[in-house]
């Protein structure tokens, strides 16, 4: 929407931004990134960011909660890589574990016995460390597939 036209004027960008804000949760960085291609100077965007935090547009856990659970029901990302892409985004240490903390313990296991079923029914692989390695890298613990394959054979 603004990527060509730049907007230098201070309230306009922070009506523009709340906007943004209120239509999904966001992280301090994809906002910064916002107002840098508003075209607005540093000490501005700072200030913005300030003022949504203290407004309660702008929340790091509340976002670390919502991302969280998200990539694990709609994409079915295992905890290490929803924490991995959190951090990447420049949440802290604290609040990542605050959005992992959102997924239920017995979801997460029926959700990664019912996806090693169907990947095992898809595939109709029998070699394990072809399975431990596709679950690994969608973020699954390797302890807990191990724990999972063994309480499927």
Same mark, same amino acid.
């Given at each position: 929407? &603004?990527?060509?036209?730049?907007?230098?004027?201070?309230?306009?960008?922070?009506?523009? +931004?709340?906007?943004y804000?209120?239509?999904?949760? %966001?992280?301090?960085?994809?906002?910064?990134?916002r107002?840098i291609?508003?075209?607005?100077?540093?000490?501005s965007i700072?200030e913005?960011?300030?003022?949504? +935090?203290?407004?309660?547009?702008?929340?790091?856990?509340? &976002?670390?909660?919502?991302?969280?659970?998200?990539?694990f029901?709609?994409?079915?990302?295992?905890?290490?890589?929803?924490?991995?892409?959190?951090?990447?985004?420049?949440?802290?240490? %604290?609040?990542?574990?605050?959005? +992992?903390?959102?997924?239920?313990?017995?979801? =997460?296991s029926?959700?990664?016995?019912d996806?090693?079923?169907?990947?095992?029914? %898809?595939?109709?692989?029998?070699?394990? =460390?072809?399975?431990?390695? =596709?679950?690994?890298?969608?973020?699954?613990?390797?302890?807990?597939?191990?724990?999972?394959l063994?309480e499927?054979?």
């Open positions: 929407m &603004f990527q060509n036209k730049k907007i230098f004027d201070h309230d306009v960008a922070k009506d523009v +931004i709340k906007k804000c209120t239509y999904q949760d %966001r992280c301090q960085s994809e906002v910064k990134m107002l291609k508003m075209g607005l100077p540093e000490p700072n913005i960011i300030s003022v949504l +935090i203290s407004e309660g547009y702008l929340s790091e856990e509340r &976002f670390s909660r919502s991302f969280s659970r998200g990539k029901k709609i994409k079915k990302w295992g905890r290490l890589k929803i924490k991995k892409h959190l951090m990447a985004k420049g949440i802290s240490n %604290r609040c990542a574990e605050i959005g +992992i903390s959102e997924i239920d313990e017995n979801d =997460y029926e959700a990664l016995s996806l090693i079923s169907k990947y095992y029914l %898809r595939n109709g692989l029998k070699n394990k =460390y072809q399975v431990v390695k =596709y679950f690994s890298n969608k973020g699954f613990e390797k302890d807990l597939i191990f724990q999972i063994e499927n054979e």
